[in-house]
T-cell receptor, first 112, second 115 residues
Framework: SQTIHQWPATLVQPVGSPLSLECTVE??????LYWYRQAAGRGLQLLFY??????ISSEVPQNLSASRPQDRQFILSSKKLLLSDSGFYLC???????????FGPGTRLTVT | AQSVTQPDIHITVSEGASLELRCNYS??????LFWYVQSPGQGLQLLLK??????LVQGIKGFEAEFKRSQSSFNLRKPSVHWSDAAEYFC?????????????FGTGTLLAVQP
């Protein structure tokens, strides 16, 4: 069966510090991968998605970036965090279109 | 433009009462549709999905949803709510043959259950 992992589970970082969040999927190959953010009391905002290694599509211009160095690994990064980057970050995968997405447990990021 | 709308931001029901959460979609062609549930601090869990065929779909935890093309709706129902159903619910949709691989999510409905 397929499993999706995210780490760390929680993170507290000062403004201006770098960020690296990791997402890995097990038990499947060539998944579509997604990064979402949930700000407090708000819905899901799609940040990035990837249909293959090295292929990244950005949905919202911001100081975040994403990379997919391996087939089942998706990384969300920032060189300098802003207060507005605080939120709950969710990674998701799906086998392709038109299937459903499966979500990881999320990372709670607090920027202080 | 394609969209998924959840008109109710917050709903409170009594335990044992029936539940209906609304979802409306706007797509030029037949969409595929999902309902997800999210408990506080957790990821999203898939409740049910509709791709084609029977318009009444059954999901996990006793939930069902009905696809109504004439009303552009995909409402989630449960005949008797349990306290453990308190969570946030998201409707999502996609389009066959869409140019992208994205799903569009509604803004969510927060369900509170009174004892």
């Amino acid at each position: 069966s397929q499993t999706i992992h995210q780490w760390p589970a929680t993170l507290v970082q000062p403004v201006g510090s770098p960020l690296s969040l990791e997402c890995t999927v097990e038990g499947t190959s060539n998944p579509n991968l997604y990064w979402y953010r949930q700000a407090a009391g708000r819905g899901l905002q799609l940040l990035f998605y990837s249909v293959g290694i090295g292929q990244i599509s950005s949905e919202v211009p911001q100081n975040l970036s994403a990379s997919r160095p391996q087939d089942r690994q998706f990384i969300l990064s920032s060189k300098k965090l802003l207060l507005s980057d605080s939120g709950f970050y969710l990674c998701a995968w799906r086998p392709g279109d038109p299937y459903e997405q499966y979500f990881g447990p999320g990372t709670r990021l607090t920027v202080t | 433009a394609q969209s998924v709308t959840q008109p109710d931001i917050h709903i409170t029901v009594s335990e044992g009462a029936s539940l209906e959460l609304r979802c409306n979609y706007s797509y030029g062609a037949t969409p595929y549709l999902f309902w997800y549930v999210q408990s506080p601090g957790q990821g999203l869990q898939l409740l049910l999905k509709y791709f084609s065929g029977d318009t009444l779909v059954q999901g996990i935890k006793g939930f069902e949803a009905e696809f109504k093309r004439s009303q552009s709706s995909f409402n989630l129902r449960k005949p008797s709510v349990h306290w453990s159903d308190a969570a946030e619910y998201f409707c999502a949709g996609g389009r066959y043959g869409g140019a992208t691989n994205k799903l569009i999510f509604g803004t969510g409905t927060l369900l509170a259950v009174q004892p």
